[in-house]
Each structure stands twice: as structure tokens, then as C-alpha cells.
């Protein structure tokens, strides 16, 4: 057994406690009981099971504060796991948003690679770890769950309005949104019209213009500061669009909505 502790700050909305390698098969088993924290554990090798569920190499379990648990390793194939403590207010939201594990808590990894790297470093590290460095590890591994999330559908649909909601202020493509989330412009412009019922260019469109709309109420702000906040190039340019979209001109429209020109 390798455990790397912390100098966690249980005050903190995210920390970790402690990580650590369990190979020794008499040590592999645990409960029925309970703990404080969240525990994630990553078998590695072998098998066991987890609240009497078999949990096999490439699988693992999530474990909550204050639930009873119990698992064990196989006698005959006894596992090697990778595990990490960690709490704080906003695990409960982690752990919703990366971790997919079905209704026994059980869930599939496909990063083994990069997990025992990522391990040896990690128990490779002074004890105690600098807590700071401990949440960026977890970071870390959170990432390969994030990456290796199947986007399908609507999904899809969500991951490309977030990344542009991002980076709308730039001369932002929609071959570029879909070549972040990994799919064609085709298929996310099919996706967009099913889910959404209009184009993925037409959301696009509706956030610059939302900016620019909030801007121009500001009197303070020139039309060149607008039209460079929501990724067009000149003034000519960005006049042209708000003009086609809102029936009027940049210039008039802040004249007769801006905060100064109404008070």
C-alpha cells in the first residue's frame, strides 16, 4: 500500500485528503461501514466487489459520506486499485458532473494509461502533498473523465452553445465549433434544427447581437468598442449585420435606447 496525505483545508469548497495504491489483497476490503468524504477507487488489475456487485479492471466505484459500504477483494483475482479522498461543498457537484457511474455507484473508465502515470507522480510526491497541488492532480483526473464523455444528440447540441457562449467575441466559425466538439458542421447543423428548430449560425448570431445590444444602451461605448467586443473586424462590417438583424443601425439604435439618451 502507497498513501500520499494532504494539507487540505476541510473549510474549502473542493479539496483532497489523501491519495493512495492498494496491492496487497488482504488489505483490499473494507466494511460495512461508513466514511466522511467522497472516495473514488480505480481498479487497475483483478477484481472484487463493491456493496456485492463485481467491480473488474477498467470499472470503478464511488463511495459518498455517511452511506454504508462495504467491498472486497477476489480471492482468487485479487485486485489492484487506485483510489482518492476528497469533500467540500462542491464534491456533491463534481461528482454529478464527471463522474457517469450507474444507480450501485458503479462506473467504466477507458484511461488507464493516463491514470497510472498520473498515479505515479502523484504517489512519487512529498508527504504531505501542498494542498494546492493535490486539487490540481484531481483536476487532472477529472479531465479524462470530461474527454472521454460520449456526446450524443442534444448533448452535442449543449457543449456547442457553451463553447460558443465563450468565445463569441471572436470572428468565431461554426466549422470550428464543430471541430472542438468533434463532429462535422453538417451533423451539428442537423443537430441544431431537430433540438433547437432553427441553425447553430443563427444562435451565434443572437449572442453577438445580445451584446451588442447591452453595449449600445451604454452610451459611453463607441461603435468600433462594440463591434470588436463581439468579433467583427470594422465598423462597416458590424454595422451591416446589426443593421439586417435589428432594422436599424448601430448609431440609431443607441441613440434612441441608450441610458443617456433616455435621461
Known sequence: MKIVTTEFNPNDSLFVSSYGFEDISKNAHWGKGSRDFYILHYVLSG?????NRIVSSGQGFLISPKIIHEYHSSIHNPWNYF???FG??????VCEHFISADTNN?????FKPELLSLSDSILSEE???????????????LSYHEKKRNLTGNRYVEEAKKYMSIHFYRNLSIKEVADTIG???RYLYNLFIKHEGFAPKQYLNQLKLHRAQSMLKNASCSISEVAISIGFPDVL???RFFSKHMG?????????YSTFSQG
Open 127 to 141: 508527504n504531505p502533498m501542498n494542498a494546492t497541488k493535490a486539487l490540481g492532480y484531481f483536476l487532472l483526473l
Open 248 to 256: 436599424l443601425s448601430p448609431t440609431a439604435y443607441q441613440k434612441k
Open 183 to 185: 463532429i462535422s458542421d
Open 237 to 239: 462590417t458590424f454595422s
Open 83 to 85: 483510489w482518492v479522498i
Open 47 to 51: 477484481e472484487g466487489t463493491f456493496n
Open 106 to 110: 458503479i462506473f467504466n473508465f477507458d
Open 88 to 93: 467540500g461543498t462542491q464534491a456533491k457537484t
